[in-house]
């Protein structure tokens, strides 16, 4: 279960061990058929009000919904080529940390791409920006792009005069126990989110990952002021209800955990928590709400 969990962070993420590849676009100065190869890069061309240009996506882009609809041309890990000729795009946008040659193939092809970073907070407005120059709409890209990061800033400001928890994301692990655990380390786009939502990430430390395994022993080490333990994001109102009592039974026996003495774990999901695109002010406010809740012990 738990590299079920860490596989589908990772397709959402782009998360693999891949080097970077350089921004390299050859479309049109407006381009109509716009393939997609990453739920950020899907969430971003929608943002712009690219969407009726874009047609296919990743078997892994959920939103907006309108895209569950449209063709599908592999995942971020295996992209499919042949299918992205078939539908004569004349722009491809993929991460810069595509798998394999995919950048390469792509180029010896003459097929039209962007390669955008995927990785950190930052990446998500530059990703914007760069799209939107690619497709032939800087000017309303920047604007975009400015405007989250004023909202973002904004969260921040307001986080800045309260005190800053030491908080644990946890994003997810086995349903039955707390084993099996991957968390936000260091150097990843939700470690940022929690910085701007008032928090400290008890796990931005020299050495962690972006996207560590931990284990129960860590965390009563950690000793963090605010747990949130993010359960299944495709789950039912109902079935997330549950789902969250039951994390919180499981913590209960840990009481020298400052977060489970104090009331403060929190089982809770929102679904733009793993796609570092546009709806990052959602997941910042989000993070933030969580952080500001008084102990109830």
């Not at 407006?30 to 950020?40: C, E, G, H, M, N």
Request: glycine fraction near 6%.
């Amino acid at each position: 279960m738990a590299k079920r969990l860490l596989a589908a962070f990772a397709f959402a993420l782009g998360i693999v061990a891949s080097p970077a590849h350089p921004t390299h676009a050859l479309a049109a100065q407006t381009p109509a058929r716009i393939v997609s190869t990453l739920p950020s890069i899907t969430e971003t061309l929608f943002a712009l009000g690219l969407g009726d240009r874009v047609v296919a996506v990743s078997q892994h882009c959920r939103y907006p919904p309108q895209v569950v609809a449209l063709p599908k041309v592999g995942t971020f890990v295996k992209p499919d080529l042949e299918r992205i000729i078939a539908l004569k795009a004349d722009l491809v946008v993929i991460s810069d940390r595509a798998a394999g040659d995919f950048a390469a193939r792509l180029g010896a092809l003459q097929v039209p791409f962007v390669a955008v970073p995927s990785r950190t907070l930052s990446d998500v407005t530059l990703a914007i920006r760069q799209i939107g120059a690619a497709a032939g709409i800087e000017s309303h890209a920047r604007e975009v792009a400015e405007t989250i990061e004023r909202r973002l800033d904004d969260i921040r400001r307001l986080s800045v005069a309260n005190p800053r928890p030491k908080v644990l994301l946890i994003l997810g692990r086995n349903p039955q126990a707390l084993t099996g655990m991957v968390a936000a380390g260091r150097d990843s786009y939700l470690n940022d989110l929690i910085t701007i939502a008032g928090g400290l990430n008890v796990l931005d430390k020299p050495g962690v990952p972006p996207y560590p395994h931990i284990s129960l022993e860590n965390v009563l080490d950690l000793k963090p002021d605010v747990i949130v333990d993010v359960i299944d994001m495709t789950a039912t109102t109902a079935v997330r209800a549950r789902r969250a009592e039951a994390s919180r039974e499981l913590w209960r026996r840990f009481r020298t955990i400052p977060a489970v003495r104090n009331g403060r774990v929190h089982a809770d999901a929102i679904d733009a928590l793993v796609v570092p695109g546009p709806r990052v002010v959602d997941t910042a406010e989000w993070l933030a709400a969580l952080i500001r809740e008084p102990s109830r012990p």
